[in-house]
């Protein structure tokens, strides 16, 4: 797999992990929606800069942009679409 696959697996995974949608990220970030949307299908190279704030919003480390994946590991499951309801409001 090559580096710029590995890290959009990657950050779709600590994505997914942390539960936010790319646009969430991307404000986490300070960067735009499909910017994130473009580095997660691999079409863009991040700079060191770029993944640095990625990672902080993430809350992960640098380097976990760049663990190898395990041979035939599945892609991250997206998270359902539709907005969340409010905390503390309930569904009528």
Known sequence: MKEQETVARNLRKLRVREKLSQEA???????????????????????VSVLSRLAKALNAKIDEFFSPTV???????????????????SKK
């Open 71 to 89: 041979l035939n590991e599945p892609r991250p499951q997206p998270l359902p679409s539709g907005r969340r309801p409010k905390k503390g409001s």
């Open 25 to 47: 990220l991307a404000v986490d970030a300070g960067i735009d929606r499909t910017y994130v949307s473009r580095l997660e299908r691999g079409l863009e190279n991040p700079t």
